[in-house]
């Protein structure tokens, strides 16, 4: 099993809302990923767990929250969002972090804030 | 600071060759990835560089010369289905992907 899957696929929210995206993979990967992107920009590192354990948060705001609850599973919680956080949030994984492995990406989830 | 260039847009024929070029200037280098993204979905890898020279995988090839900070993506027999955004992304020296902006490729018939 190669592949990262994410749930929902499209979501759409007020900013009120609270809502949670979905990662998972099965192929033992230690390090899993969140990026956000843009249209027509690459994806930009949000954060990183490695061995379930928070590694590296690139400044992002307090609205969004990782969390890790297995080796196989990655939320992200969003709440009170604002329009421009509208963008494809993508899960990617690969075998560890600190090496150069490649990452597998999710199909992304396109999350729409109203 | 870090920095990754690639054209834009690019424009090929059903059929020919195209070379998509990328060059990089990091803090570090771990190796140099290629990965194609169709409008809407997600990155998916093509090619991993590391050492200098050509990396051959069916249709498409990737190069690297560490000492121009230089590579590039060679697609040949383009399908229609290659029309894509091409994502040049080099592994730092903290193992972090810096991407560049990405090269819509279009291919007519």
């Known amino acids: 099993d190669t592949e990262v899957t994410q749930t929902p696929k499209h979501l759409v929210m007020g900013m009120t809302n609270k809502k949670s995206l979905k990662c998972e993979q099965h192929m033992g990967h230690r390090a899993m990923y969140w990026y956000k992107q843009k249209a027509k920009k690459p994806p930009e590192l949000m954060f990183v767990y490695s061995y379930e354990k928070l590694s590296i948060n690139e400044s992002v705001p307090s609205r969004f929250s990782p969390e890790c609850p297995n080796s196989s599973l990655l939320n992200l919680h969003l709440h009170a969002l604002q329009p421009e956080d509208s963008a494809l949030y993508l899960c990617?994984?690969?075998?560890?972090?600190?090496?150069?492995?490649?990452?597998?990406f999710g199909p992304g989830t396109r999350l729409t804030v109203l | 600071g870090q920095n990754i260039d690639q054209p834009t847009e690019m424009t090929a024929t059903e059929g020919a060759i195209v070379q998509i070029n990328c060059t990089y200037q990091?803090?570090?280098?771990?190796?140099l990835f290629w990965y194609q993204q169709h409008a809407g979905e997600a990155p998916t890898f093509l090619s991993y560089?590391?050492l200098d020279g050509l990396e051959e995988k069916g249709r498409f090839s990737s190069f690297l010369s560490r000492s121009k900070g230089y590579s590039y993506l060679l697609l040949k027999e383009l399908q229609m289905k290659d029309s894509a955004s091409y994502l040049c992304a080099v592994m730092d020296s903290n193992y972090q992907l810096i991407w560049g902006a990405g090269t819509k490729l279009i291919i007519k018939p």
């Open positions: 560089n590391v």
């Open positions: 990091t803090s570090g280098f771990n190796g």
């Open positions: 990617a994984s690969s075998q560890d972090q600190g090496t150069s492995d490649e990452q597998f």
